[in-house]
């Protein structure tokens, strides 16, 4: 970047096309908030696999995208087997509007999320992002056995970034249909440890999602985020068929911060569905963490 330049996007790696693979790299560099290097692969298109490379202090290790072209293929991508340390956002899934994005499979990466280090700004593990540029839909998505750590916030950090931050993050403007979410560690989340949805204004469903067996420690670590995204797994837009199971959610903390263990949000309107909770487990020190269903969920 040039001296006096506001931020900007930047990827080491950026690639458009069909059948590509980027594997064995390793890239390092040092965080320098709002003027730091991003992305370290950036991927339009599929099919893709993306698999052992290692990222230090990057925000990003990856950034799949959708094409960008009419009758681009996106879909058939897989990104496992990495490892990004001292991350902010470590894989982002980007759904243009030019077609489904679909068939992505993250598995078995490994994210240290360092946020304190990237200065005020959006983190998460693993996320299908909400940002204008990712107003297209999301089909068949799956993440499983990622582990997801986040730094201590300490007291905890003001602003609006409990917005879009979290463990593993469904919330791309354009709605999704079909996502697995299983297996994953996410420890110390800022706000949710797995949200699904979110509350803006407009027409979207998040269905067909299946939340299963993951462990999910200090969830809502940030005592300064609304309490309201504090919780073990969130739902907050109007949503069908949703499966949360054997998910096992733990608050060590002397006096717990994350205000229930599954949470569907009932106060913007949303209309939840063929809503299956069950035999999860979600304490603290004290006792059982509470559960917010909607009618009629099972």
């Given at each position: 970047?040039?001296?006096?330049?506001?931020?900007?996007?930047?990827?080491?790696?950026?690639?458009?096309?069909?059948?590509?693979?980027?594997?064995?790299?390793?890239?390092?560099?040092?965080?320098?908030?709002?003027?730091?290097?991003?992305?370290?692969?950036?991927?339009?298109?599929?099919?893709?696999?993306?698999?052992?490379?290692?990222?230090?202090?990057?925000?990003?290790?990856?950034?799949?995208?959708?094409?960008?072209?009419?009758?681009?293929?996106?879909?058939?991508?897989?990104?496992?087997?990495?490892?990004?340390?001292?991350?902010?956002?470590?894989?982002?899934?980007?759904?243009?509007?030019?077609?489904?994005?679909?068939?992505?499979?993250?598995?078995?990466?490994?994210?240290?999320?360092?946020?304190?280090?990237?200065?005020?700004?959006?983190?998460?593990?693993?996320?299908?992002?909400f940002s204008p540029e990712?107003?297209?839909?999301?089909?068949?998505?799956?993440?499983?056995?990622?582990?997801?750590?986040?730094?201590?916030?300490?007291?905890?950090?003001?602003?609006?970034?409990?917005?879009?931050?979290?463990?593993?993050?469904?919330?791309?403007?354009?709605?999704?249909?079909?996502?697995?979410?299983?297996?994953?560690?996410?420890?110390?989340?800022?706000?949710?440890?797995?949200?699904?949805?979110?509350?803006?204004?407009?027409?979207?469903?998040?269905?067909?999602?299946?939340?299963?067996?993951?462990?999910?420690?200090?969830?809502?670590?940030?005592?300064?985020?609304?309490?309201?995204?504090?919780?073990?797994?969130?739902?907050?837009?109007?949503?069908?068929?949703?499966?949360?199971?054997?998910?096992?959610?733990?608050?060590?903390?002397?006096?717990?911060?994350?205000?229930?263990?599954?949470?569907?949000?009932?106060?913007?309107?949303?209309?939840?569905?063929?809503?299956?909770?069950?035999?999860?487990?979600?304490?603290?020190r004290s006792g059982p963490?509470?559960?917010?269903?909607?009618?009629?969920?099972?």
């Open positions: 970047m040039r001296d006096g330049n506001a931020d900007y996007d930047n990827s080491g790696i950026y690639i458009e096309g069909t059948n590509y693979t980027i594997s064995g790299n390793r890239f390092t560099t040092t965080p320098n908030p709002y003027r730091e290097a991003r992305a370290c692969m950036e991927g339009h298109g599929g099919p893709a696999e993306i698999f052992n490379n290692s990222a230090t202090s990057y925000q990003t290790l990856v950034n799949s995208v959708g094409s960008q072209f009419e009758d681009g293929n996106s879909s058939d991508i897989i990104c496992r087997d990495n490892v990004a340390r001292d991350a902010l956002i470590g894989i982002m899934l980007w759904p243009m509007k030019t077609g489904i994005l679909k068939n992505v499979t993250v598995t078995n990466n490994t994210v240290e999320v360092a946020q304190l280090k990237h200065g005020t700004a959006d983190t998460g593990g693993v996320s299908v992002v990712a107003e297209g839909p999301a089909e068949n998505i799956t993440i499983t056995d990622n582990t997801i750590r986040f730094q201590d916030e300490g007291a905890g950090r003001p602003g609006d970034f409990y917005y879009n931050s979290g463990g593993i993050l469904l919330h791309n403007l354009g709605e999704l249909t079909g996502a697995v979410i299983e297996r994953n560690t996410i420890e110390r989340s800022p706000s949710a440890g797995i949200l699904i949805g979110l509350p803006e204004p407009g027409e979207r469903t998040f269905r067909n999602v299946r939340v299963a067996n993951n462990t999910i420690v200090n969830p809502g670590q940030n005592l300064s985020f609304l309490e309201g995204f504090r919780a073990g797994v969130l739902v907050n837009s109007s949503a069908s068929n949703i499966r949360v199971t054997g998910n096992t959610i733990t608050d060590t903390y002397p006096i717990p911060r994350c205000r229930a263990g599954v949470a569907f949000d009932l106060t913007n309107g949303s209309t939840y569905t063929a809503i299956k909770v069950k035999d999860n487990i979600a304490k603290t963490l509470t559960t917010i269903l909607p009618t009629g969920a099972d």
